[in-house]
């Protein structure tokens, strides 16, 4: 457990849970989210955050709902499947039974949740928002990400431009949304993927607000220029660029990480804002 920024009273600590879903496959996802927390110090004035990862996939490791202000659910290897008639997945979404259920309370402390390409999937099968299946291939690199006219209207989108550029690297997707279950909860889809003419499919849902206080993205907004360039110097990992997508595409990947306004604009928007929102509203509810 990591305290930021130590202090004698309690009431003044918000305590964020990472979701490790990563299942013990090494990452860069880890490193970015911690860090992303860590920036957010300075924005929170009389309250500060600490932060403790569970490992749910690897040790079936769950915290309490009660316990914990803010979730960061991650992004991780496999199908968003692997879980059924496991513990630790029948664990997770009966933590997310709980906290969804605390937060129809109409007074109080909320509980925020932001949930990460893995398991922002999870989440969709947990509210049968949609289908989520198999890609035809693996979805990997920088791409545009579009808004939806709902997507215009987010403020935690404000700051990126239409499109915007982020990390995708997936295996599965999440198309064919429910309307209707969505229409239940107010749930908003916010963006879609990059606009493919040449293809004849569906366009994978790319984020969703689900309310005030739960939020997913199926791409990684957590994804850094340092940790991407680490990942792409891997001879192995730069030569699987070239041979599939070509060495054009390879160079714009490095391009598009050497460029403020692609996904360095969005590791600087996206999470943080989330931070910046639910630390908001919580120091409201812990000043009153």
Same mark, same amino acid.
């Given at each position: 457990?990591? &305290?930021?920024?130590p202090?004698?009273?309690?009431?003044?600590?918000?305590?964020?849970?990472?979701l @490790?879903m +990563?299942?013990n =496959?090494p990452?860069?996802?880890?490193?970015?989210?911690?860090?992303?927390?860590?920036?957010?110090?300075?924005?929170t004035?009389?309250h500060?955050?600490l932060?403790?990862?569970?490992?749910?996939?690897?040790?079936?490791?769950?915290?309490?709902?009660?316990?914990?202000d803010i979730?960061?659910?991650?992004?991780?290897p496999?199908?968003?499947?692997?879980?059924?008639?496991?513990?630790?997945e029948a664990q997770y979404f009966?933590?997310?039974?709980?906290?969804?259920?605390?937060n129809?309370?109409?007074?109080?402390?909320?509980?925020?949740?932001?949930?990460?390409?893995?398991s922002f999937?999870?989440l969709?099968?947990?509210?049968e928002f949609a289908?989520?299946?198999?890609?035809?291939s693996?979805?990997?690199g920088?791409f545009? &990400?579009?808004?939806?006219?709902?997507g215009?209207?987010?403020?935690?989108?404000?700051?990126?431009? @239409?499109? +915007?550029?982020? =990390?995708?690297?997936?295996?599965?997707?999440?198309?064919q949304p429910?309307?209707?279950?969505m229409?239940?909860v107010g749930a908003?889809i916010?963006?879609?993927e990059k606009?493919?003419?040449?293809?004849?499919?569906?366009?994978?849902?790319?984020s969703?607000r689900?309310?005030n206080?739960?939020?997913?993205?199926q791409?990684?907004?957590?994804?850094?220029a340092?940790g991407?360039?680490m990942?792409?110097?891997?001879e192995?990992?730069?030569?699987?660029v070239?041979?599939?997508?070509?060495e054009?595409?390879?160079?714009?990947?490095?391009d598009?990480?050497?460029?403020?306004?692609?996904?360095?604009?969005?590791?600087n928007?996206?999470?943080?804002?989330?931070?910046?929102?639910?630390?908001?509203?919580?120091?409201g509810?812990?000043?009153?």
């Amino acid at each position: 457990m990591e &305290i930021i920024n130590p202090d004698p009273e309690a009431s003044r600590i918000l305590k964020v849970a990472i979701l @490790d879903m +990563y299942n013990n =496959v090494p990452n860069q996802g880890m490193r970015c989210i911690k860090q992303i927390i860590s920036e957010q110090d300075g924005f929170t004035e009389d309250h500060f955050l600490l932060d403790e990862v569970f490992d749910v996939r690897g040790s079936g490791n769950l915290p309490q709902a009660d316990d914990y202000d803010i979730y960061v659910s991650t992004g991780g290897p496999g199908s968003p499947f692997d879980g059924e008639g496991q513990a630790w997945e029948a664990q997770y979404f009966q933590l997310l039974d709980q906290l969804w259920a605390h937060n129809q309370n109409l007074n109080g402390h909320k509980k925020y949740v932001f949930f990460i390409c893995h398991s922002f999937q999870m989440l969709c099968r947990y509210f049968e928002f949609a289908h989520v299946t198999k890609r035809r291939s693996t979805s990997f690199g920088i791409f545009p &990400i579009h808004k939806t006219i709902e997507g215009l209207g987010e403020p935690f989108y404000h700051q990126l431009p @239409d499109p +915007y550029y982020a =990390v995708d690297s997936r295996d599965w997707q999440v198309t064919q949304p429910n309307f209707n279950k969505m229409s239940e909860v107010g749930a908003k889809i916010l963006s879609l993927e990059k606009i493919r003419p040449h293809v004849d499919l569906e366009r994978a849902v790319m984020s969703v607000r689900i309310s005030n206080e739960f939020f997913g993205t199926q791409f990684h907004p957590e994804a850094d220029a340092t940790g991407m360039s680490m990942y792409f110097q891997q001879e192995d990992k730069r030569r699987a660029v070239i041979d599939n997508h070509g060495e054009q595409k390879y160079q714009e990947m490095i391009d598009h990480l050497n460029d403020p306004d692609k996904i360095a604009l969005t590791y600087n928007t996206v999470l943080p804002n989330f931070l910046r929102e639910a630390v908001g509203q919580l120091r409201g509810v812990c000043a009153s």
